[in-house]
């Protein structure tokens, strides 16, 4: 293992440290899920299942994002150009990536063997008793491409009275006002799109969305949307922004600062990151589903330019 520097230790450390860091051994003890029913269960702390309205419970962990198996681009994964699919809905457009065991960190790269064996427990603990016929079981782990975090870009709209009724419950704000909200709908989650609308008020009152933390968003609006899309994407979003709005990752890098969604390809994927993350389970009758969620994320090492990759340096362009 190459040393680290000093500075990357204390955050690693800070992370590890966490009590609900994913890595740490019996860590399923500390959690529950709050039944929601056909809305999924979200997870809370195990403390809190007696309440009428527990909080939700963010857990952290370091790993490192697939560097080709992604959909990071700032449109996410819609695709204009096969109408005839559901997937192209502009409202389904998502953001969504695989992380992977973390090389050449120690203890840190064991304790994600620890994080996935926590998923499994989690998941398992949550179905209850089997049923009579065996349900599917659906993780968001994989042997080779690792772990799905999903990440809605373009949610359904608060009405506002709802927003005015519950406003005491939004009034912790964000240090830096751009809050990420991650949804159910991926390729991962497809039988249960219909509850994007539903499982929406639990994730925005979990990340703490404020009315202050709306007007910050501003440049990541749909008149301000920070790249030129093509023109079958802006007229989808131009279709639903009286209803719908975009919600760019609450994802930043080294040094704190957020990280553009016109960067997002360029500055993630092969990264090694600090991962915040919920999770919602839906369990019905013949089947059983996982999500994650990405609340936060915050890189740790920034991603190596591949073998022959042009790179930008104070004495012109070179290639590695």
Known sequence: MTPLHPSLSKRIEEVRNDPLYAGRAGLSSKLAFFDGGNEGNRLILAEEAASASPSGASLRIIGQISRGDHFLQPTGTYMPAHKSKDEDDVTKAKLRFHLHRPRDFGDVSDEYDTFLANLALIHEEDVGKPTQKPKSIHRP???????????????????EDDVDDGDSQYETSSDHGSDAAAMINSTD??????????????????????????????????????????????????????????????????????????????????????????????????????CLYLTKLRVLVAPQPLPGSVRSTKNGIIRK
Request: with cysteine; aromatic share 12%.
């Open 141 to 159: 782990s994989d042997n080779v491409k690792g772990i799905t975090v999903l990440h809605q870009l373009v949610i359904p709209r608060e009405d």
């Open 189 to 290: 989650c497809t039988s249960f799109r219909s509850l994007l609308g539903l499982a929406w008020p639990w994730i925005a009152s979990f990340i703490n969305l404020t009315r202050s933390a709306v007007a910050f968003r501003s440049p990541f609006s749909f008149e301000g949307w920070p790249v030129k899309p093509d023109s079958e994407w802006r007229k989808e979003l131009d279709s639903v922004k009286e209803t719908h709005d975009i919600y760019p990752m609450q994802a930043f890098g080294r040094d704190g600062e957020l990280i553009h969604p016109s960067n997002y390809a360029k500055k993630l994927p092969g990264a090694i990151v600090d991962l915040s993350f919920t999770i919602i389970h839906y369990d019905f009758d013949k089947s059983s589903r996982m």
